[in-house]
């Protein structure tokens, strides 16, 4: 059964047990899962990927259907989930209820996927697609976080934050962040203030630095990092700006495996390609290949994961990563 993100509010979720979050707006996804599952949630939450399911398969069936008394309740989340997932999905959502709440994210999943097509025509299933955020869901996020906050800014401070964002509600938080922080000793923010506090806005380098690194400019990149002084939000900010493009570039080199012509492959490429892109695209795309991409996309992924755990080695970590690679 698909039901929109918007709509989810409107759903009895004790009566779905498996939920299917697929697209590229990692945002979202952190916010339904945060919002609808986690808020009130005080048992035990697993998390695995797809693969780790897959290797004890029996193990993590047995461990669902066998449930102690004494056991607290549990909330599994499966992240980089495919197809492969859909023997098992199928055979849990015919077995008799599972007093577990079990979400499962994926990137982007084509209107072929069995996956996909399983949970859209489920009826005990549900399934949210989650899509890149415009302007109009940006602002309603800037709202959410003022009124919840009790913070005021003009409309031409949240056209920048918006402008600005790229399009990622995680980059937008960020900077909603460091403005909260900033209220406590400033009652009225300024857009001079905006400019100083945001990495967005004053740090371009960031943005240069993961096209550098895509495109295999390991000159460019020894430069930026030699420039900066990052701090460990920035290096969140790369490492987001790293995987964002990544997954860009894997839908274009996959395209490329379909149809050599990189430059009417980018030409066309939806959303559109800003044209002073275009080139150092072009320059990444002939970089790696699209088995390449996926590795790195992993690889990203478990930096984020290691950056969270000691925060205090981020800059380390995110430097060492991108020097190496």
């Known amino acids: 059964m698909i ?20 697209g590229n707006n990692d945002g979202i996804k952190q916010d339904i899962i945060s919002d609808f599952y986690l808020s009130k949630f005080d048992g035990e939450i697993l998390k695995y990927d797809e693969q780790d399911i897959l290797n004890k398969k029996d193990e993590f069936v047995s461990s669902l259907l066998n449930k102690s008394l004494f056991e607290s309740s549990k909330i599994i989340i499966i992240s980089r989930a495919t197809d492969k997932l859909i023997n098992l999905i199928t055979d849990l959502s015919e077995k008799e209820k599972i007093d577990v ?7 982007g999943l084509e209107k072929k996927s069995k996956l996909r097509s399983l949970f859209e025509k489920g009826n005990n299933l549900i399934c949210t697609p989650v899509y890149e955020d415009d302007a109009r869901t940006l ?15 003009s409309q031409e401070i949240k056209n920048i934050l918006i402008e600005k964002s790229k399009g990622d ?45 895509l495109a295999k400019n390991s000159r460019r990149v020894s430069n930026i990092l030699n420039e900066n002084n990052y701090s460990s939000e920035d290096c969140i900010l790369i490492i987001r700006t790293l995987l ?35 080139a150092i695209i ?28 000691n925060a205090s080695n981020s800059i380390l970590f995110v430097s ?5 690679h």
Request: glycine letters at 0%.
């Open 320 to 324: 060492n990563f991108v020097s190496n």
């Open 169 to 213: 509600r995680i980059n937008l938080r960020n900077e909603l962040f460091k403005l909260k922080s900033l209220s406590l000793t400033k009652k009225r923010i300024s857009v001079e203030d905006v400019d100083k506090l945001s990495n967005l806005a004053q740090n371009y380098s960031v943005f240069e630095l993961s096209d550098s690194y």
């Open 244 to 278: 964002n493009k990544s997954k860009r570039l894997l839908k274009i080199r996959s395209e490329i495996d379909n149809n050599s012509n990189i430059d009417q492959i980018i030409s066309s490429f939806k959303p559109p390609i800003f044209w002073k892109e275009k």
């Open 139 to 153: 602002n309603t996020v800037i709202q959410t976080f003022l009124l919840k906050n009790k913070l005021n800014l």
């Open 3 to 22: 039901v929109k993100s918007f709509e989810l509010q409107k759903l009895k979720f004790s009566e779905f047990n498996l939920h299917l979050i697929y």
């Open 101 to 107: 709440k079990i979400v499962i994210k994926s990137s």
């Open 282 to 309: 072009k320059k990444q795309a002939q970089s790696w290949s699209t088995d390449e991409v996926k590795k790195i996309i992993f690889k990203i992924n478990d930096l984020e994961i290691k950056v969270k755990k």
